[in-house]
């Protein structure tokens, strides 16, 4: 079946430019994670949803980061803004059920580049 | 796909004991990495190997990794309560630099 999946896959802006990035997760699966990743360092956690609410929002950087999920499926990134530290590649997981009791399976990533 | 293989699957232990948990993975790669995940919260970093190195200490973490066996451990000592956690390894495929992720190990460590 289809997994994860994410776009843009590539996008480069303007600093000052707002971006949105999407995440189509695995049909069925209730848990969806955002992560970043900047260039040799581990995955950063942003933020985790489970259905359409977002209980743990605890890793987003900034008032800049924003992110929904409308249908308990599809969610949408949003960086208002965007700063050149903003570049990384931006990664979409989800899974079954509870987070941490559960694989998670990841996207192939948006890789953002802000000039 | 998932690449790393975490062993074993539960890990079951008393406070102040030490925890040990293994990874294998397949192909070639140029860093490893393990990290915690708490019920209900997104995956932490703890900590980064590179495929040049064989050992790293953070705190109570160790980490080691065997290139030619394609393996790795992270050892925790004097466990506490709040180390209960699912702990993943993922590896950074060198051919495609791609992230894989191992179903995790689920460490319960009893008070």
């Known amino acids: 079946g289809a997994g994860v999946s994410q776009s843009p896959s590539n996008k480069v802006t303007e600093k000052g430019k707002d971006v949105e990035l999407r995440c189509d997760p695995i049909?069925?699966?209730?848990?969806l994670y955002w992560y970043r990743q900047s260039l040799g360092q581990g995955l950063e956690f942003l933020i985790y949803f489970q259905g359409n609410s977002a209980p743990d929002k605890s890793g987003l950087p900034s008032d800049r980061f924003s992110a929904e999920r409308t249908g308990g499926s599809v969610s949408t990134l949003t960086i208002q803004r965007t700063q050149q530290e903003d570049s990384a590649v931006y990664l979409c997981a989800s899974s079954l059920g509870q987070p941490g009791r559960e694989t998670q399976y990841f996207g192939p990533g948006t890789r953002l580049l802000v000039l | 796909s998932q690449q790393g293989e975490e062993d074993p699957q539960a890990l079951s232990i008393q406070e102040g004991e030490n925890a040990t948990m293994n990874c294998s993975y397949k192909?070639?790669?140029?860093?490893l990495q393990w990290y915690r995940q708490n019920s209900g919260r997104g995956l932490v970093h703890l900590i980064l190997i590179r495929s040049n190195e064989r050992e790293k200490h953070s705190g109570r973490l160790r980490v080691t990794l065997d290139t030619s066996k394609k393996s790795s451990s992270l050892l925790i000592t004097a466990s506490r309560a709040a180390d209960t956690a699912s702990y993943f390894c993922a590896t950074d495929d060198r051919r495609n630099n791609d992230m894989r992720f191992g179903a995790g190990t689920r460490l319960t460590v009893k008070p």
């Open positions: 049909s069925g699966h209730t848990a």
């Open positions: 192909t070639s790669i140029n860093n």
